[in-house]
Nanobody
């Protein structure tokens, strides 16, 4: 069974940066056999896709984070990262990573089979 664990969320001031990590465990397949996506959910709002990377390396970003967020992966560490720069208060949310086997870089919730527990990001002065 695939397990995903997010880390790196914390309180940061507007304009600051954070680097979130999503580490895979429980299966022998390398992380690049999966499409991995980052989602976020703010209080009272639906979960929304932020960025994804397909098994083949294609990348997609939501319009709201283009130019500010960067997704990357490290096979040796079984980890996918989300580098977040120029953070805004509206980026405040619980951030989740999700995975599907040999998937494309979709940003729809229903595509993904495995989910982490989430990490809180708060952008506030």
């Amino acid at each position: 069974q695939l397990h995903l664990v997010e880390s790196g969320g914390t309180l940061v001031q507007p304009g600051g940066s954070l680097n979130l990590s999503c580490t895979k465990s429980g299966v022998r397949d390398p992380v690049d056999h999966y499409a991995i996506a980052w989602f976020r959910q703010a209080p009272g709002k639906e979960r929304e896709g932020v960025s994804s990377i397909s098994a083949g390396g294609s990348i997609r970003y939501a319009d709201s984070v283009k130019g500010r967020f960067t997704i990357s992966r490290d096979n040796a560490k079984n980890t996918v990262y989300l580098q977040m720069n120029s953070l805004r208060p509206e980026d405040t949310a619980v951030y989740y990573c999700a995975a599907t086997y040999f998937g494309q870089a979709y940003l729809q919730v229903h595509v993904y089979d495995y989910w982490g527990q989430g990490t809180q990001v708060t952008v506030s002065s």
